[in-house]
């Protein structure tokens, strides 16, 4: 569900649509461009109706909107699942737990502190309605097998290693016991619902309908609060902290790019925070170079250290190289959203595949494709990625639950794919993901 901003450029008071995914605001009047900032999610209000009774204020209740992936993993495999949903965040009878379709058939307004009326804090917290969405939900687990045949080969008949083509799916509920829990890609804000008290009749105010029937109704508003200065969003230039250059991204991406000292700055609670990165040399058949998070550290609980490690822990199908015993274990994650099943697919390659990847310092170029998962993100998908590659569960599943990462350090590594018709394909990795596979994970 795409829900629509209405916003004013902050330069020239031009109005603009934004998504819920941007947080850059790029003028089409004035070609301004402007970062939104909020210390927290941000809160939208659904616009009333010009045919309320304006001697009422109005009373504005908020509903938690969560869309994003949600990963499990018990003993059986991964389950998961994309949410979409809005759920109330107060305790009010008869009004409707979710918003439906709402603010996808109306343009939101951005909550600021001259909208009218006062606001009900939240009364229920944002981790047990996310639970109860988890219950809700029903997941599928993915299971994997790794199946053993026999191939003449050169040196006679030898015992191959391969994962099966096919897929065994299975109904997983959520009320099952589960070793770990991720949420990535996650977007929250606040939605909030006008109101406003006739009576003993608590009327929508979108609507000019009544919704409930409450014996207090006049304790609704004295429960409500005003606007506070935490929930106000920011405007900031898009200006490179380093040269003063204009930094250049779409909307809903998260790392911007100065093409003037080849910097790149991602979006910090505050400010711009700069991003280590690295890229992959391509060739004349390159069109396109892909961002991966590039996530270095050791897990002792399971005893990887290395990459030569991961590979025996994991118990991948490939004869261990020595010089693997003194490369850093890395987990590459993409950084770009997916369907879960795609995202599990390539970030297992290509951290499977890092081996062959040489590294050499960045330079900004027009082919670099959005970043639209945080590193804040990335670092909460390795356990899922560490599943994801480990051919035998039971050495790895076990151990999740108080499993670490240590000695972290993060940078974005771009790598180059080559226009395939439907489908990208980066040779080092043979990763293969289509072009519509993509689009979709933009409306994520």
């Not at 941000?42 to 994003?68: A, E, M, N």
């Not at 944002?126 to 299971?143: D, F, G, H, N, Y």
């Amino acid at each position: 569900m795409e829900i629509r901003i209405e916003e004013r450029c902050p330069q020239c008071g031009a109005p603009i649509v934004l998504k819920e995914t941007d947080h850059l605001l790029t003028c089409p009047f004035c070609k301004v461009k402007t970062l939104l900032l909020a210390r927290g999610p941000f809160r939208y209000v659904l616009p009333s109706s010009p045919k309320t009774d304006p001697g009422q204020p109005l009373i504005h209740v908020p509903y938690l909107r969560f869309k994003g992936t949600i990963f499990l993993i018990n003993e059986a495999g991964i389950g998961h699942k994309v949410v979409d949903t809005t759920r109330i965040g107060t305790v009010l009878p008869d009004l409707p737990p979710t918003l439906g379709v709402r603010p996808q058939a109306m343009p939101v307004r951005r909550l600021v502190p001259r909208t009218p009326g006062r606001f009900l804090p939240l009364a229920i917290k944002a981790s047990a309605i996310l639970e109860k969405v988890i219950r809700l939900t029903p997941l599928r687990i993915e299971k994997r097998k790794l199946v053993r045949r026999r191939a003449q080969g050169t040196g006679g008949e030898e015992e191959l290693f391969s994962y099966d083509s096919r897929i065994e799916t299975t109904e997983y509920s959520a009320h099952s016991r589960f070793l770990h829990r991720a949420f990535i890609g996650e977007s929250i804000s606040f939605l909030y619902l006008p109101l406003w008290v006739r009576g003993d009749r608590v009327v929508d105010a979108v609507t000019g309908q009544a919704v409930a029937a409450l014996d207090r109704a006049g304790e609704l508003g004295r429960s409500a609060i005003p606007f506070r200065p935490s929930w106000q969003t920011r405007f900031k230039a898009t200006l490179c902290p380093r040269c003063g250059w204009s930094l250049d991204g779409e909307g809903d991406a998260h790392v911007m790019t100065c093409s003037n000292c080849d910097s790149a700055w991602s979006l910090g609670r505050e400010q711009l925070e700069e991003v280590r990165w690295r890229m992959i040399a391509g060739d004349e058949a390159t069109r396109l170079h892909i961002g991966f998070w590039r996530i270095t550290g050791t897990i002792p609980e399971v005893g990887i250290a290395s990459f030569a490690d991961f590979i025996k822990r994991t118990n991948q199908p490939m004869l261990v190289r020595p010089e693997w015993n003194a490369r850093p274990m890395r987990f590459l994650v993409p950084a770009f959203k997916l369907q879960p099943k795609v995202f599990l697919r390539i970030g297992r390659q290509a951290t499977i595949s890092q081996w062959r990847l040489q590294a050499r310092p960045g330079r900004v170029r027009d082919d670099l494709y959005p970043v639209t998962l945080p590193a804040s993100e990335a670092r909460q998908a390795v356990k899922v990625i560490l599943a994801a590659c480990a051919a035998s569960r039971k050495r790895i599943f076990p151990f999740l639950p108080r499993i670490h990462l240590r000695q972290t350090a993060v940078e974005l590594l771009y790598l180059p794919f080559e226009d395939k018709g439907h489908d990208w394909f980066q040779p080092d990795c043979g990763i293969s993901v289509s072009k519509s596979a993509l689009g979709f994970g933009r409306r994520l």
